[in-house]
């Protein structure tokens, strides 16, 4: 989309305005910062439509349901236009869990990101949440193996080397048979939390969120503190949030099926 084209969509829901272009964002969408004089500041994320993981529209959902029960972004307004999708969301204040850290120490961090799940995930279930089963995560997974579109550079290490076609079967044999339903985020990393402060702000980036395993977010939670932190502050992660002990099926499970999006 042009500039012509953009513009005539923000002037459609805003009048004096700003536009600045964020860099990064998700691989295939582009994220803008709209600036009013009298709404306060927007997030817009832009995206070809059809193609992505998760829709805007879904993530426009989330964001719709979680209102008022946990901190979320407000939706702006949700367009399309047929081969793209527009969401522009209300501006959190403060920063995500990523940037605090070297700011706050490492357990604070840890026991924040936590206690930020176990909020979310003790929010009672309605039949208007979206449902984010694992036969749909795996039928999307397919077709991402099918299309090309799994990313062979940026696997584990313990994954490399192993055709798409391998992961997936290795993928199908460890599936579990057994599910903890709860409303999950479904990218809960640490750059998908924003806290002002000692305060959350808000959840973020929430397109792959709806009813599925606990596990879900529980083995990208466990991925991230690896990653950033010392392997001891797992265990710290399990003790605030609730869980006697992991469950390594799952979490071998969980993390596979992450390298398919």
């Not at 691989?27 to 600036?35: E, V």
């Not at 192993?162 to 997936?168: D, E, G, H, Q, R």
């Not at 950033?228 to 099926?257: A, Q, S, T």
Request: with cysteine; charged share 25%; glycine share 6%.
């Amino acid at each position: 989309m042009n500039d012509v084209d953009l513009k005539y969509i923000l002037n459609q829901y805003f009048r004096n305005y700003e536009v600045l272009q964020i860099p990064g964002g998700a691989t295939a969408a582009c994220l803008y910062k709209i600036i009013t004089k009298d709404k306060g500041s927007y997030i817009l994320k832009m995206q070809p439509a059809h193609s992505a993981t998760f829709s805007l529209h879904s993530e426009k959902q989330n964001y719709e349901w979680l209102l008022n029960k946990v901190p979320v972004p407000a939706v702006g307004f949700f367009h399309t236009t047929g081969s793209e999708e527009l969401l522009c969301v209300s501006e959190l204040s403060g920063k995500t869990l990523e940037a605090y850290i070297g700011e706050v120490n490492a357990e604070e961090l840890v026991t924040r990101y936590a206690h930020t799940l176990q909020l979310l995930h003790s929010l009672p279930i309605n039949s208007s949440a979206q449902v984010q089963s694992l036969e749909i995560k795996i039928r999307k997974a397919k077709f991402n193996v099918e299309n090309n579109l799994v990313d062979m550079e940026d696997l584990q290490p313990e994954n490399r080397g192993a055709t798409v076609s391998k992961l997936f079967d290795r993928l199908l044999q460890l599936k579990p048979s057994d599910h903890e339903l709860v409303f999950t985020h479904g990218d809960y990393s640490l750059d998908n939390i924003v806290f002002h402060e000692d305060r959350l702000s808000g959840f973020i980036d929430i397109g792959g969120g709806g009813v599925a395993d606990k596990y879900q977010d529980i083995t990208i939670a466990v991925r991230n503190i690896q990653d950033h932190f010392d392997n001891d502050l797992v265990y710290l992660f399990c003790r605030e949030y609730g869980i006697p002990r992991l469950d390594e099926g799952k979490i071998k499970f969980y993390m596979l099926l992450d390298e398919f999006y």
